[in-house]
């Protein structure tokens, strides 16, 4: 013992530190001013189990918190293999809000189940490097409307990334034409028509069956996805189509939808609902629009003062237009029917 409290004092006198006596002074924490520095690069470090390789195409689908559109809660992802293959991931989101009741009882996620986990920002920041490498899959225009608005919330605004988009209710209508108006082209009935099998409103899970929905129509149809899905404009008639008095079928498949005066379904979650179940929704009544939705007690009131769209909607179907004037409730029923 004597001999080695010698040597140390010799190699201190001789200014030489011991390897064992070595310390590194640990990092002073960061202060929040250093840590809006990190760079997005550190995101990319969230999802270990993220895949990682190239793929024909992602499917991606979100659920929300509550109606705005933005209000994230899970993002789930199915990547193709050349082969076929599906690879699943998804992952729960803190949506920096609250949670609608309707929401909760729709996917089953509560603010509970959230806490802890990163937010949009950070989410969509990690998926970045995967989803720009590949086209994307959406059922309906919805999901790509949440990450884009999601990444413009008021708590924080970033560019959206850039991201090419397909919608497999485009791919679904031309592969299964015979479902207009016959069912529709939502998950739910596709679900039962095509024998997919999956659990409804998980963002995983309606992600691979959007992906599934996507290999079966190519397959059905002999063409590649991107021809499905792309956007095509019919060729203008030379003469005026003839009118069509007729109503045409209560569907939401297909319709043209404009919403009319206060309702109690926040505008922004019938729109959601709306195009979920392959409506286009338009802001104000033209001659496309087919298919008008107002309150129910502006409905059954008759002394009711109309909004000015409903009163178009009233003129056009006085001049042999098909529109079809509906309350909320019977709204609510079609958006059940279709999912």
């Known amino acids: 013992m004597r001999f ?135 059922h309906s225009s919805f999901d790509q409307r949440a990450i884009e608005a999601a990444c413009q919330g008021k708590a924080f605004s970033m560019e959206p990334p850039d991201l090419e988009w397909f919608d497999s209710v485009r791919i679904a209508r031309r592969a299964w034409p015979e479902f207009i108006n016959n069912g ?61 008095p007729d109503i045409p079928p209560l569907q939401l498949d297909g319709a043209m939808a404009c919403f009319c005066g206060p309702m109690t379904l926040p505008l922004a979650l019938a729109t959601e609902k709306a195009k979920g179940s392959g409506a286009q929704v338009m802001a104000r009544v033209t001659t496309k629009t087919t298919l008008v939705v107002v309150g129910d007690q502006a409905l059954s009131d008759p002394q009711a003062q109309r909004h000015p769209d409903w009163r178009r909607a009233e003129e056009y179907r006085a001049k042999g237009r098909g529109i079809r004037v509906i309350g909320e409730s019977e709204f609510l029923q079609l958006v059940e029917s279709a999912e």
């Open 4 to 138: 080695l409290l010698n040597l140390l004092g010799r190699l201190y006198k001789a200014g030489v530190t011991p390897p064992s006596a070595t310390h590194e002074v640990p990092p002073l924490p960061l202060t929040p001013e250093d840590q809006t520095q990190i760079p997005a690069t550190a995101d990319t470090q969230l999802f270990p189990d993220l895949p990682s390789d190239t793929y024909r195409f992602i499917a991606l689908d979100v659920e929300t918190a509550n109606g705005w559109a933005g209000s994230i809660c899970q993002i789930g992802l199915a990547c193709v293999t050349e082969t076929g293959d599906i690879h699943q991931f998804s992952t729960l989101v803190d949506p920096e809000g609250s949670f609608d009741s309707f929401n909760s009882n729709l996917h089953g996620i509560t603010a509970r189940d959230v806490q802890g986990k990163p937010n949009a920002r950070r989410t969509i920041r990690a998926l970045t490097p995967l989803l720009s490498r590949q086209p994307l899959i959406q």
């Open 184 to 244: 529709g082209h939502g998950l739910k009935h596709l679900k039962s028509a095509l024998g997919l099998n999956f659990q409804h409103h998980d963002a995983g899970e309606d992600a691979r069956a959007a992906a599934q929905v996507v290999l079966l129509a190519e397959f059905r149809t002999g063409l590649h996805f991107r021809r499905l899905g792309e956007t095509t404009r019919p060729r203008r008639a030379k003469a005026a189509p003839p009118r069509q």
